[in-house]
């Protein structure tokens, strides 16, 4: 928004200041062309008084001393007879009409204006075959000169008002944007564990009223979610009494086989209630967008399965990027999750002499960990993602797990055949 304001105001005020600038210096131009001509008219006078007194060589020396001058005007006398005293000398056809016609005249040539004045000798009668003709060549002026310094001045004075007017638009543009820039730094922040903060903003009164809106909207959210960790920790709390009294029940049996029966489904139901509260209580931890360093977290996790392929004798190759990397949207408790299923899947899915290989690599933004075997692969029809569903036995949920971390951190999680090992690949993309 910024940069586009101040391309706006430097285009808009560009276009003004070329109409009113271009005119105003070929006015400039046309005064000065005018002011030279009504010096040269005086200076012609003064050459008319010499060349009457019919002696050339007064001329001569006169008009030598008035050339000599580095003002653009060349003054020539023309005789009838052919001779010619001056820079410019030769005739045409206006020289001969204005010897003809007794009349000055004016005319426009390609590099500036000739005045032409015949001068009528004295005691000639005004004869034309013998009245000797003045030509005057104003030409255009040569840099540096008085025009020259005025289109400078007019430059100069256009460049200031075009920097002045994009200096004006950018503090405009900053007095608009800061603000929203701030607003969007404390949205950004809203997520973090240490929990919100009031958005506090300079600017136009939309900005404060979004501004207000956003601080509502937070609080608000904020309220849902106390309510809901209030909840679950009431739950929590509920379900204590009565699986304590279950529990005081079943060890109350007389049958070994139905007390063991009982009692591990109580674990597992207490297993499950433990799993919902501390999921429930995650946002509270990590905060609303948790973001960790994957590099570490999965190089560690990795290296800590090691240990078991070294007691099974398995041929293990790793690549592993252990330098900090970026920072994905994922906390280090699923990281090391979905390290661990990766991992745990060639361990109980594939026999102890197949190899495994496990890659980890990171660019700008984006980290790729793959866990390739050598093993018999996906079976053929299975949906090894897909949430409950698996044809080796398993529940099925371990690479579904993977598969939403990947996805909360706008990745991606790919299963297929590995073409140098021939077994399973999958490939995790976290961004």
Same mark, same amino acid.
């Given at each position: #928004?910024? @940069? $586009? ?9 560009? #276009? ?7 005119? #105003? +210096? ?17 200076? *012609? ?12 060589? =007064? *001329? ?31 005739? %045409? ?5 204005? @010897? ?6 004016? %005319? ?9 004045? /015949? ?12 009245? /000797? &003709? ?50 969007? &730094? ?9 929990? /919100? ?22 609080? $608000? ?42 009692? =591990? ?16 209580? @995650? ?23 090691? &240990? ?9 190759? &790793?690549?592993? %990027? ?28 594939? /026999? ?11 660019? +700008? ?40 971390? =990947?996805?909360? +951190? ?14 399973? $690949? ?6």
């Amino acid at each position: #928004m910024r @940069r $586009r304001l101040i391309w706006t105001v430097a285009a808009t005020v560009s #276009m003004v200041l070329l109409a009113m600038l271009v005119p #105003m +210096a070929v006015l400039v131009r046309s005064y000065d062309l005018e002011d030279r001509l009504s010096r040269a008219s005086l200076e *012609v006078q003064g050459t008319e008084t010499v060349v009457s007194g019919q002696d050339k060589g =007064a *001329v001569s020396v006169y008009l030598d001393r008035l050339n000599r001058r580095d003002d653009g005007v060349r003054t020539t006398v023309l005789y009838p007879d052919g001779t010619a005293i001056g820079p410019n000398p030769g005739e %045409d056809e206006r020289v001969a009409e204005a @010897r003809t016609t007794g009349r000055a005249r004016v %005319d426009d040539v390609d590099d500036g204006a000739q005045i032409l004045v /015949p001068v009528a000798l004295g005691g000639s009668s005004g004869l034309p075959a013998q009245t /000797p &003709v003045v030509r005057v060549d104003v030409r255009e002026a040569q840099f540096p000169s008085d025009l020259h310094l005025a289109w400078i001045v007019l430059a100069l004075l256009g460049t200031t008002l075009l920097a002045g007017a994009v200096l004006l638009a950018d503090r405009l543009g900053r007095s608009f944007v800061r603000p929203i820039h701030d607003l969007a &730094v404390a949205a950004r922040s809203l997520g973090d564990p240490a929990g /919100p903060r009031t958005v506090e903003v300079d600017g136009p009164p939309e900005v404060h009223e979004l501004a207000t809106a956003l601080n509502r909207l937070v609080e $608000r959210v904020e309220l849902l979610l106390e309510r809901e960790r209030e909840n679950v920790a009431d739950l929590s709390h509920r379900l204590r009494t009565p699986v304590t009294a279950l529990r005081l029940g079943i060890e109350a049996l007389d049958d070994p086989a139905d007390r063991t029966r009982l009692g =591990a489904d109580l674990d597992r139901l207490q297993q499950t209630v433990d799993v919902v509260v501390r999921e429930a209580r @995650r946002s509270q931890r990590e905060g609303v967008a948790p973001r960790s360093d994957a590099l570490p977290v999965l190089a560690g996790r990795t290296r800590y399965w090691l &240990v078991l392929a070294e007691d099974q004798g398995r041929p293990v190759e &790793v690549d592993l %990027d252990d330098g900090p990397g970026p920072r994905v949207r994922a906390s280090v408790e699923d990281l090391e999750a979905l390290a661990d299923v990766l991992v745990d899947n060639v361990f109980s899915h594939t /026999p102890p002499e197949a190899p495994l290989h496990v890659t980890l690599h990171a660019d +700008a933004d984006a980290v790729t960990y793959v866990v390739e075997d050598g093993g018999p692969g996906v079976p053929e029809g299975d949906d090894p993602v897909g949430r409950g569903t698996s044809g080796s036995g398993s529940t099925g949920l371990g690479l579904a797990i993977a598969a939403r971390t =990947a996805e909360a +951190a706008a990745g991606t999680l790919r299963v297929d055949r590995s073409p140098g090992l021939g077994g399973t $690949r999958v490939t995790v993309v976290l961004r």
